[in-house]
Antibody, heavy 121, light 108 residues
Framework: EVQLLDSGGDLVQPGGSLRLSCAAS????????MSWVRQAPGKGLEWVSV????????YYADSVKGRFIISRDKSKNTLFLQMNRLRAEDTAVYYC??????????????WGRGTLVTVSS | EIVLTQSPGTLSVSPGDRATLSCRAS??????LAWYQQQPGQAPRLLIY???TRATGIPDRFSGSGSGTEFTLAISSLQSEDFAVYYC??????????FGQGTKVEIK
């Protein structure tokens, strides 16, 4: 059974940093690209970042480019999102998601439960 | 950049009735469209990919159709657990923006 356990969300001050983690199990981790998707309170879904299965290719939404870094550790089957220079508008539930489909023709076939990031002073 | 527009924003339906949701793309995306369901307080769940292929475990009352720029998600007989928000997602050309703004299906 595919499982994605996302964690690391917290209350952080503007300008601060936070690292999210997503522990994956039930599938061959390196076979799948992985992604982070966020949802601000009462709003829709916003794609944040993608990393290829090998980890060699990464993509970011313009809203987070230069501030967030996605990475993965294949030895631990874990996905990360390093979030720097956080802003109030980054407040959201962050979901880890596995990508299905083929390279750059991806859809989100499994989702974690989400972890809440609140940026506030 | 491709923009997805979902309509209506809110759909009021009685249990047992049929619901039809629309997703329109600003340019052709072939059949590279997925649909997701998000129940209150929960993570989204994949329902449909390839515009019309049901994901594993999805009941056959859910069906997707369309290609190019016009897509439809139909729910044939609404059950209580189907009242939720539904999102479409294009994967023909991304990044960056991939999701529609969502359609809320509420009890009439």
């Amino acid at each position: 059974e595919v499982q994605l356990l996302d964690s690391g969300g917290d209350l952080v001050q503007p300008g601060g940093s936070l690292r999210l983690s997503c522990a994956a199990s039930g599938f061959t981790f390196s076979d799948h690209a992985m992604s982070w998707v966020r949802q601000a309170p009462g709003k829709g879904l916003e794609w944040v970042s993608v990393i290829s299965g090998s980890g060699t290719s990464t993509y970011y939404a313009d809203s987070v480019k230069g501030r967030f870094i996605i990475s993965r550790d294949k030895s631990k089957n874990t996905l990360f999102l390093q979030m720097n220079r956080l802003r109030a508008e980054d407040t959201a539930v962050y979901y880890c998601a596995r990508l299905g489909g083929t390279y750059r023709y991806w859809y989100f076939d499994f989702w974690g439960r989400g972890t809440l990031v609140t940026v506030s002073s | 950049e491709i923009v997805l527009t979902q309509s209506p924003g809110t759909l009021s339906v009685s249990p047992g009735d049929r619901a039809t949701l629309s997703c329109r793309a600003s340019q052709s995306i072939g059949n590279n469209l997925a649909w997701y369901q998000q129940q209150p307080g929960q993570a989204p769940r994949l329902l449909i990919y390839g515009a019309s292929t049901r994901a594993t475990g999805i009941p056959d009352r859910f069906s997707g159709s369309g290609s190019g720029t016009e897509f439809t998600l139909a729910i044939s007989s609404l059950q209580s657990e189907d009242f939720a928000v539904y999102y479409c997602q294009q994967y023909n050309n991304w990044p960056p923006r991939v999701f529609g703004q969502g359609t809320k299906v509420e009890i009439k």
